[in-house]
Each structure stands twice: as C-alpha cells, then as structure tokens.
C-alpha cells in the first residue's frame, strides 16, 4: 500500500473537531516523549556536578531510557495492536506522569538511570500506539500523511523548546525541575484523547514474550560494551560485547520457532520499508549523538550558561516545528524519496561543518550553520520516513510498523550517544580532535544511507 493507494476500512463516524482534538492530544503525548529527551541534555553538566559521576553516568542517563524504549518498542507495537491502541497509549502517559515525579526526586545518578528506564517503558507504550491510532483517525492516505505531518510538527516543537526550557528551568530551579513539567503535559494529553475518536479495535496476534526478553536483554549489553569501550575498560567492553552477541544469536533463533515472532514479516517485505528503517536509525544516530555532544561543547568550549545553550539550539530544533508541515505537503503530493535524501544530505553536510569549525577554531556563527543543516534534515527525513513505514504497512499491523521503526530509530539514538559520547568528557578535557572525530560519526554515516535510499527507495 502507497500514500495514493484506496483508504482502509473507516472507523465509526467521528466529527472533524473531535479528529483534530484528537490528534493534537496524541501529538502532545509525543511531545512529552521527545521534550523530556532534550531537555535533559541541556542539564547533563550540572546533574554531574549535583549527583556526581562520569561521562559513562551521563551516557547511561540518555541510554537508560533510550535502551529500554528501543528494545520495548517491538513488543508495544504488538501490544497496542494485540489490546487496541488507545488503552495502550493511555496506560503510557499515565505512566510517565508518574516517573517523572519520582525522577524529580532521584537521591543519586544511578537511581536517576533506574527511573529513566521505566521512563522508556512508559514512552515505548505512548508512540507506537499513537501511530496506530492516527492511521485508525485518518483512513484516507492523503488526509493521513498530512496528518503525520502536524503530528511530526507539533511533536517536534519539543525538540526547539527542549533546549531553551531547559536552560531557564536549570538556571533558575536546577536540574530536578527538568522532570516536573511532564506532569502537567500528560494531564492534558490524557483530557484531549478522552472519548471514541481514539478508540482502536483489539487484535488476536499474540506476542512473544521470551523473544521480546532476550532482545532487551542484547540491547542492554551492547551498549554497555561501547560504553565501556569508549571509557578504556578493554575487560568489560570484551565481555559486555560477547554477551551481547550471544543474545542476539539467541533471539535469532527464537524468531525462527516462533508463530508469531516480534519483528513482524509482513512489515518487512517491502524494499521501501526496509531503507526507511536504515535511515531512519541513521538519522537517530546523528541526532540524539548531537544533543548530547553539542551540549558538552558549548558549555564546555565557548563557556555557555544553560540559557544561553538553549538559545544556541534554537537554528537546529525551531525547523523541528516548522519544516514537518512542508515535507507533509511533499510526501502527499509525490512520495517521500525526495524528503528523505534531502533530509538525509543536509545531516551530513551540518555535521561537516561541525568538524570544520571545531577544528578550525571557528566560533558559533559558523556552528550555526551546521545546526541550520542538520535541523532541516531531521526535519526532511523524520515525516517522510513515518509516512513510508505505515503506509505500506498490512491492514492490523500499524501498532507492529510503528514500533518497529521507533524501535530501530532508538537503536540508532542509543549506539549514537555511545559511540559519540566516547570522545568526550565532561571535565572540560575534550580534544579539539576527539570532538572532531565524533562529530564526523554520523556524518559518515548519514552518507552511506544517502547513497542506500537513492538506490532502493
């Protein structure tokens, strides 16, 4: 199925107004998802300064929620497509609400990672759901990707707000009010979805449960292999590493014997599909990796308090909120190739520019540049690969594509933030050429998949 294929079967009469209420409050769900990504880079220094810890702490910080996130992503889709996908979305935000108040009140770094890790849980039951339930509000394929694209718009606004929030509440309360404002956010998103627009009929697809443990399981150690590696633990990296492949190994076999295996198959035979989900964990890659290195480099080497980081942020995540509407256009009117090469190109070209001005000594103004780019091709790639990914997926599986996609773009976010978060350091230490190197990471690869989606898509 194609964008400009005939609609799926259309749910029960629902008003236009209650349709946009609708989306609008599934939306801000994922603005809450994103917001609390964000806003938490911006405070990386002084929650090491408050709760103490190392670059392996920080990372684990991001990865504690990305890793679970990622790896439930597969098992929430089936899920919200097994129970319907408003209960699931619902039970998401209720969730969230609730851990981020005990995160406001972490004792300690490690406790903080521990409740990032139900956060993931939490959000990994709110995004593929919502996917489910705007295909479900939006049968029409045109209305549905014009749809996809205020959603990526209005999600994506937490992606410019992030930062700038951040900075403020940091300044003036400290990092531990970052978390409070989630809890007003998901009460508003659980009143805007009340009612039968969003109402999802149940599946029958059971969901594996053994298989769904074991993927956590290869994820989790693999990222604690890079972790380790990029800190000079040889040992640790070795066995995390070892562990990781066993795991894997062993969830390959699982998926072989089983009738209903999490990565679902059906998702899987389109060509288009399969490019989108590479591209789309490149693009996670390069920018969850640069939300967290960006930060460390303006605090760190141009002396920014985290008001003025967030303002710094404001040429690469304002195009977050704006651009989605114009991909949306695009994406409806002749596909979505165009979007994603675009989006694709532009990554690579602002992460080069970051290389160049670090190591060349240029100051923000070039920097700027390089966050232009890299915003607008978030902002190209995101909607189109969305749009991809569920449009050509089979009739009761969009909760499956969706946590499939999301699933693989956090992949790509977690092994982001690893393997860039090596180079860096939090004790103001960080070489002008280890800066340069992990910015030069996902430049590299955004650049091979600008090649793999110009030749499959």
Do not use: K
């Amino acid at each position: 199925m194609t964008l400009l294929d005939p609609p799926v079967a259309t749910p029960p009469a629902i008003t236009s107004r209650s349709r946009t209420r609708a989306l609008i409050g599934i939306s801000l769900g994922y603005f809450m998802v994103l917001l609390d990504m964000t806003v938490l880079s911006v405070a990386e220094p002084d929650l090491a300064r408050s709760l103490g810890g190392s670059v392996a702490g920080l990372q684990w910080t991001v990865s504690g929620y990305t890793v679970v996130f990622g790896a439930l992503l597969l098992t929430a889709g089936a899920v919200a497509d097994r129970f319907g996908a408003h209960r699931a979305f619902r039970v998401g935000i209720v969730g969230f609400g609730v851990g981020s108040l005990l995160s406001a009140a972490a004792p300690n770094l490690w406790t903080l990672v521990a409740l990032r890790g139900l956060l993931g849980v939490a959000a990994a039951a709110c995004v593929p759901a919502s996917m489910a339930m705007i295909t479900r509000l939006f049968p029409i394929p045109a209305e549905r990707a014009r749809a996809v694209s205020v959603w990526a718009a209005l999600s994506g606004a937490a992606l410019a707000v992030g930062p700038l929030a951040g900075g403020l509440l940091v300044d003036a309360y400290g990092w531990r009010s970052i978390f409070l404002i989630n809890v007003p956010i998901a009460a508003l998103t659980l009143a805007l979805t009340a009612g039968r627009a969003v109402r999802c009929p149940r599946g029958e697809r059971p969901i594996d449960r053994a298989s769904q443990f074991v993927v956590c399981v290869a994820l989790g150690l693999a990222t604690d292999a890079l972790i380790a590696a990029g800190s000079g633990s040889g040992t640790h990296a070795a066995g995390s590493g070892a562990a990781a492949v066993l795991a894997a190994l062993l969830f390959v076999r699982a998926e072989r014997r089983s009738p209903h295996p999490v990565l679902p198959a059906a998702v899987l035979r389109s060509r288009a599909t399969r490019s989108a989900l590479l591209a789309g964990a490149a693009v996670n890659f390069a920018m969850t990796g640069l939300l967290f290195v960006l930060p460390l480099l303006f605090r760190q080497n141009l002396h920014m308090s985290p008001m003025r980081t967030g303002v710094a942020f404001l040429p690469m995540t304002l195009p977050f909120a704006v651009n989605p509407l114009l991909t949306g256009r695009i994406v409806a009117r002749s596909g979505p190739r165009a979007p994603m090469l675009a989006g694709l190109g532009l990554l690579t070209s602002g992460c080069v520019v970051f290389a160049v001005a670090v190591l060349a000594g240029f100051g923000y103004p070039v920097l700027a540049i390089g966050l232009v780019c890299t915003g607008f091709g978030v902002s190209f790639a995101l909607p189109a690969l969305v749009g991809t990914v569920i449009a050509t997926a089979p009739e009761g599986t969009a909760g499956a594509a969706g946590g499939l996609l999301n699933a693989v773009r956090q992949i790509g976010a977690t092994v982001g933030v690893a393997a860039m978060g090596a180079f860096v350091g939090v004790d103001g230490a960080t070489g002008t050429h280890d800066l340069a190197w992990a910015l030069l990471l996902p430049a590299a690869l955004c650049a091979v998949m600008t090649v793999v989606v110009g030749r499959r898509a």
